[in-house]
């Protein structure tokens, strides 16, 4: 779905700005609320790759390697770990696995959520506190 940007140019300097709604990040083609779910569902659901694809993922054609996992899941564990994306979360070590900063992550956006949110299960907790927090 296409996301709307306005663009402001600055009178004085020429600078142009864009400005997005919130939840959406920069280079990222999926919302900050998504990736929070996601990273609930893997690391603290302990769903599969391809579980978390199927419930996260609009794609309903699928690529070869979908078979096996989505890597696209990894790489945002990844960046969790090396504080490139939802920095406000503490790391979880260098030993940890990208299932342990998954689930670290996804435990700190949950605790953001609104307190309206509480009996919620954990995973959509940490869909609202992505949203917030992006």
Same mark, same amino acid.
């Given at each position: 779905?296409?996301?709307?940007?306005?663009?402001?140019?600055?009178?004085?300097?020429?600078?142009?700005?864009?400005?997005?709604?919130?939840?959406?990040?920069?280079?990222?083609?999926?919302?900050?609320?998504?990736?929070?779910?996601?990273?609930?569902?893997?690391?603290?659901?302990?769903?599969?790759?391809?579980?978390?694809?199927?419930?996260? +993922? *609009?794609?309903?054609? $699928?690529? &070869? @390697? !979908?078979?096996?996992?989505?890597?696209? %899941?990894?790489?945002? =564990?990844?960046?969790?770990?090396?504080?490139?994306?939802?920095?406000?979360?503490?790391?979880? +070590? *260098?030993?940890?696995? $990208?299932? &342990? @900063? !998954?689930?670290?992550?996804?435990?700190? %956006?949950?605790?953001? =959520?609104?307190?309206?949110?509480?009996?919620?299960?954990?995973?959509?907790?940490?869909?609202? +506190?992505?949203?917030?927090?992006?």
């Amino acid at each position: 779905m296409p996301v709307t940007a306005r663009r402001y140019r600055c009178l004085s300097c020429g600078a142009v700005l864009l400005v997005v709604p919130r939840g959406v990040l920069g280079r990222r083609a999926y919302s900050a609320a998504a990736i929070g779910f996601a990273l609930a569902l893997w690391g603290l659901a302990l769903a599969t790759a391809a579980e978390v694809r199927r419930r996260v +993922g *609009p794609a309903k054609i $699928l690529g &070869q @390697s !979908a078979v096996t996992g989505w890597t696209t %899941l990894r790489r945002w =564990a990844r960046d969790v770990a090396q504080r490139r994306l939802f920095v406000e979360a503490p790391g979880s +070590g *260098p030993s940890a696995s $990208l299932r &342990q @900063s !998954a689930a670290s992550a996804a435990a700190v %956006l949950a605790a953001s =959520a609104d307190p309206t949110t509480r009996a919620l299960p954990i995973e959509h907790r940490a869909f609202f +506190g992505a949203a917030h927090a992006a």
